[in-house]
C-alpha cells in the first residue's frame, strides 16, 4: 500500500517563540543569540524579517547587526522551546502514534493507516497545520509524500504556514528541477562533488551513471534511491528509542586554554558527566574520542580504544588527557574540547567479554566513583572531591575540614559551593 507520510517543521520556531511569548516583538527583525560572556555570541535563529536582511543562522552577532540596524537579539529560552516542541507533538499524537523527530522542530508522521478516519494526507496536513496556529501561536510548514525524503522536501518548498504535495505520480516533473542539495542525505560535500560532475539538480542525480554513483561510496545508492522515490525508510514509533551510539559532552572554555593543566582540568570536568550518564544508560565505553577546537577555529578529532570498557570519569578523563597530549602541539590556544564515550556496551555485555582482564583495580575506582556520586546526588555537586585534586597550590590555603582515609574528602558544609572541583594534574598518574 502506499504511504503517506507527513514532514511538519515549525517555521523559524526560536524567533517564532519569542515573538508569541512577546507580542512588542511581533513583525521586527528578531535573533536569538547565545551570550557573549560565554562566548557563544553567534545567532542561534532568526525571524523572517531579519532573515530578509541577510542574517544568518551561526554568525556573529556583530556581523548580524552590520547587516540589519535594528535587529532585535533576545537571549534563547530553552526550556519554553522544549514546552512548545512538546505542545505540538501532542497535537501530532491526535493523529498517529507514529511520530519520528527531527531535532526540535521537525517531525515526521505516517499517517497512512489515518486516512480513513480524517481524510487524505493533504487535508491532514491542513488541519494539523491550522490547529498548531490557532491553539499554540505558531506556525508549521508540511510536507506530504510517499516517502520520508520527499516529505522533508516538501515541507521546504513552501514555508512559512504551508503544505506541499509531491504525489508519486508525477513526483519526478515536480521535483526533478530542484537542487541536489536540497535533499537530504546530500551535504554540501556530496553536493559539491556531485557540482564539479555537472550533476546539479535531483533529476540528474537520478540519472546518475554507474562510475560516479561508485566514488560516491556508501552514500551513493542510498542518495540515488532517494532521488528515484525508493527511500522506504519508516516512521519509527514515538516511543522509540534510538541506540545510543556515543555519549559525549562539549565546552566552549569561558577564556581561551594555554596549558596541559587547564586543559586537563576541563576534560576532567566533562568526563564526570559522561560518566554519570554512562551509569544511567547501563553502559561502558570501549574507547574515547576527543575533538579540539583552536582559537583559529581548526578542528582535530582524536580516539582511541581502551584496555577495558569503563565507567569511571578518572580513566575516561585520563584516556581523553592522553589523546590530547598525543594530538596538540600547542600552535595557539584552546577554544572549545569535547570528550566522547564511543564504542559503548551494556554493563553486563562488557563484563563478560573482559573478564579476564585484570578489573580489580578499575573495579574498586568505580565502586569508589558511585559512593561519591550517591553523596554528591544527596549534598551537592561539590560536597565530596578526590582529596588530591587539592593539592594544587592555589588552593593550599582552602580549609580542607574532613579528610576520609580512603582518600575521599567531604566539605563541611554540604550546601555551601565553597570548594571548587578543580581536579590538578598529579590525580592521572601514569600519564
Ligand atoms: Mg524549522
Redesign the pocket.
Known amino acids: 500500500m502506499e504511504r503517506t507520510i507527513l514532514h511538519c517543521?515549525?517555521?523559524?520556531?526560536y524567533a517564532s517563540v519569542e515573538m508569541m511569548l512577546d507580542p512588542s516583538l511581533r513583525g521586527k527583525a528578531v535573533a536569538v543569540c547565545g551570550s557573549k560572556e560565554d562566548r557563544h555570541g553567534i545567532v542561534l535563529a532568526k525571524s523572517e524579517k531579519a532573515k530578509r536582511c541577510g542574517v544568518k543562522t551561526g554568525e556573529a552577532i556583530w556581523q548580524a547587526q552590520q547587516k540589519c540596524r535594528d535587529l532585535v537579539i533576545v537571549p534563547p529560552q530553552f526550556d519554553q522551546y522544549m514546552k512548545y516542541s512538546a505542545l505540538t507533538r501532542r497535537i501530532y499524537e491526535d493523529y498517529t502514534d507514529l511520530i519520528e523527530p527531527f531535532g526540535i522542530?521537525?517531525c515526521w508522521l505516517d499517517v497512512t493507516a489515518s486516512r480513513l478516519l480524517f481524510g487524505d494526507g493533504e487535508h491532514i496536513a491542513h488541519v494539523i497545520r491550522e490547529r498548531v496556529k490557532k491553539e499554540l501561536g505558531l506556525t508549521i510548514s508540511v510536507g506530504v509524500s510517499f516517502n520520508k525524503v520527499f516529505a522533508k522536501l516538501g515541507s521546504d518548498m513552501k514555508k512559512p504556514d504551508a503544505v506541499t504535495v509531491i504525489p508519486k505520480q508525477g513526483f519526478r516533473e515536480r521535483i526533478g528541477g530542484l537542487p541536489a542539495g536540497d535533499m537530504l542525505g546530500v551535504g554540501p560535500a556530496t553536493a559539491r562533488f556531485l557540482g564539479e560532475r555537472g550533476i546539479h539538480t535531483i533529476a540528474q542525480l537520478a540519472a546518475i551513471d554507474d562510475y560516479t554513483l561508485k566514488k560516491l561510496g556508501k552514500c551513493g545508492e542510498q542518495i540515488w534511491r532517494s532521488a528515484n522515490g525508493l527511500d522506504d525508510a519508516p516512521v519509527h514509533h514515538m516511543d522509540f528509542v534510538d541506540t545510543i551510539k556515543s555519549v559525549g559532552h562539549g565546552t566552549t572554555c569561558v577564556t581561551d586554554l594555554y596549558n596541559d593543566e587547564d586543559v586537563w582540568r576541563v576534560m576532567y570536568k566533562l568526563s564526570q558527566d559522561i560518566s554519570a550518564r554512562l551509569r544511567i544508560y547501563k553502559l561502558r565505553a570501549g574507547g574515547v574520542q576527543i575533538a579540539i577546537k583552536d582559537n583559529m577555529f581548526h578542528i582535530a578529532q582524536h580516539q582511541r580504544p581502551l584496555d577495558a570498557p569503563t565507567q569511571s570519569f578518572a580513566e575516561i578523563a585520563r584516556a581523553a588527557f592522553m589523546l590530547f597530549r598525543r594530538g596538540y602541539n600547542w600552535h595557539t590556544g584552546v577554544r572549545a574540547l569535547t570528550v566522547r564515550a564511543i564504542d559503548l556496551r551494556s554493563e553486563s555485555e562488557a563484563q563478560q567479554i573482559f573478564l579476564e582482564a585484570d578489573m580489580g583495580a578499575s573495579e574498586k575506582q568505580e565502586k569508589l566513583e558511585r559512593a561519591m556520586e550517591s553523596i554528591r546526588s544527596r549534598y551537592g555537586k561539590s560536597s565530596i572531591e578526590m582529596a588530591s585534586l587539592f593539592r594544587a597550590p592555589r588552593l593550599a590555603a582552602k580549609e580542607i575540614p574532613n579528610t576520609m582515609p580512603s582518600g575521599i574528602r567531604i566539605a563541611g558544609n554540604p550546601d555551601a559551593d565553597a570548594i571548587p572541583d578543580l581536579p590538578v594534574m598529579e590525580f592521572a598518574s601514569g600519564i
Open positions: 517543521d515549525l517555521n523559524a520556531f522542530d521537525e
